[in-house]
Nanobody, 118 residues
């Protein structure tokens, strides 16, 4: 079954750090872009980081300079390092891939919850 499993969430104080992992069920070598998304209560899901097959990365201004995405094709895993966390980063974080035409690769997984609070 084609799927991804996210892990690494938790409760962290403002200014803290977390690292997520996203393990895919199969090879991610040919997937154009792997990305992390998040959805806060009452809000739409938003993109927070992408990394393409040639390792180009992209971030929205809200996380730029604080979040770092990387992919390890040999391990079929994508990572998200989050530093200087803020309360507004509180959300459920999801991982997915996109083909060059824009279609998502995987069914949306359970995600991993991040709560940033003192």
């Amino acid at each position: 079954q084609v799927q991804v499993v996210e892990s690494g969430g938790g409760l962290v104080q403002p200014g803290g750090s977390l690292r997520f992992s996203c393990a895919a069920s199969g090879s991610i070598n040919s997937i154009y872009a792997m990305g992390w998304y998040r959805q806060a209560p009452g809000k739409h899901r938003e993109l927070v980081a992408t990394v393409t097959s040639n390792t180009n990365t992209n971030y929205p201004d809200s996380v730029k300079g604080r979040f770092t995405i990387s992919r390890d094709n040999a391990k079929n895993t994508v990572y998200l390092q989050m530093n200087s966390l803020k309360p507004e980063d509180t959300a459920v974080y999801y991982c997915n891939g996109r083909y060059y035409g824009g279609l998502y690769v995987y069914p949306w997984g359970q995600g991993t919850q991040v709560t940033v609070s003192s």
